[in-house]
């Protein structure tokens, strides 16, 4: 019905780049804020950066600076530029959307939904 599929995860050097990718389907469903939260071995789930339908932006304390959270509405894609990463970055990077219903009978339904992750870990 909704899915969120995330990519992008890997291995990278302390200092390196990656992007990572949360692609939204569900035909009946439009997608208000979508985020990026991680979750390191031993500690709990965080939030990193969400972004509203308008492209408001808002990030942890932690990665400001460093990454940036984007989204394109036409695809229903958000994305997450990071740059500068840290042994402190190395995660599981979740995304999650707040949909609405928008056809049918979906219309009205409000769902929070969560992709499966992508581990992001960051070596020195």
């Known amino acids: 019905q909704v899915q969120l599929v995330e990519s992008g995860g890997g291995l990278v050097q302390v200092g390196g780049s990656l992007r990572l990718s949360c692609a939204a389907s569900g035909s009946t469903f439009s997608f208000n804020t979508m985020y990026w939260y991680r979750q390191a071995p031993g500690k709990e789930r965080e939030l990193v950066a969400a972004i509203s339908h308008g492209g408001s932006t808002n990030y942890a304390d932690s990665v400001q600076g460093r990454f940036t959270i984007s989204r394109d509405n036409a695809k229903n894609t958000v994305y997450l530029q990071m740059h500068s990463l840290k042994p402190e970055d190395t995660a599981a990077y979740y995304c999650?959307?707040?949909?609405?219903?928008?056809?049918?009978?979906?219309?009205?339904?409000?769902?929070?939904?969560w992709g499966q992750g992508t581990l992001v870990t960051v070596s020195s």
């Open positions: 999650k959307a707040n949909a609405v219903g928008t056809t049918g009978r979906d219309a009205g339904r409000f769902l929070e939904v």
